[in-house]
């Protein structure tokens, strides 16, 4: 097995740090990985805030569905899909006039760029996961960014084509977080189709899930509750923070798209 793909299969999200400080060599090399990921048409649809300042941090980790390990996280980037770089550069080239002269319309960016921009933004996060776990750096993926629009949108001071797509926090592990055991992963067979798309049927699910429901809680909080997808729909996309981000998702694109 090499390298790469033993950091790949041992990564695991990682929510307590050290109190130790990245290493600015470190932080720089994990940086200028993360800028060569692949990007579509090299035009690099994304930004990256690197949040510095405590206060910042302190309210992220209250606005991001109260997560006090944010605040203590050594280095916090978030990553933006923008289209706004792109769409002022066209202003700025005057492309409205080389349009008119070809008469074909001027437009600006659409739900496809949004989408092809979110691709290019998660895509570098990966880069800068792997890098980071290369240097024994530990990670953690904060998709609630993506929640409390008004908020976030005035805190980071993000224009119209800009969509926070995901947070990454990162720091060194403590003890405990290296001895903790990974989360298992569903296996390949549920997972990977050939040539096209194929529905599982009941009996799949049975299998598939066996294993989470096995290791299901039990007890009072549990009552009512009589398998792994009715918990997980009740704690995940049923739960308020699931509605919220839908509910600020809408207001990211309409605000996009200039609703």
Known sequence: MNQVIETLLK????????????????????????????????????????????????????????????????????????????????????????????????????????????????????????????FGLGSCYIGDVIEQYETHKELLSLPQYVFPICMLVFGYPTQQQKNRLQTSRFDEKFIVFENEYRQLASTEFDEMFAERESQMPKGKAMEGIENFGQATYLRKFGSEFSVEMSRSARKWLKGWSGG
């Open 11 to 134: 990564r695991k999200s990682v929510r307590a740090y050290e109190n130790r400080e990245i290493e600015p060599d470190v932080k720089a090399a994990v940086l200028k990985a993360t800028l060569r990921a692949p990007t579509a048409g090299n035009m690099m649809l994304y930004s990256i805030i690197d949040v510095t300042d405590q206060r910042i941090k302190d309210r992220l980790a209250v606005t991001c569905d109260n997560q006090p390990f944010i605040a203590r996280a050594p280095m916090v980037w978030i990553f933006l899909a923008d289209y706004q770089r792109w769409n002022d550069y066209f202003l700025a080239s005057d492309v409205a006039s080389v349009c008119q002269q070809k008469n074909q319309p001027f437009r600006t960016p659409e739900e496809g760029d949004l989408f092809l921009a979110c691709c290019d933004a998660l895509i570098a996060a990966q880069n800068a996961v792997i890098a980071a776990e290369s």
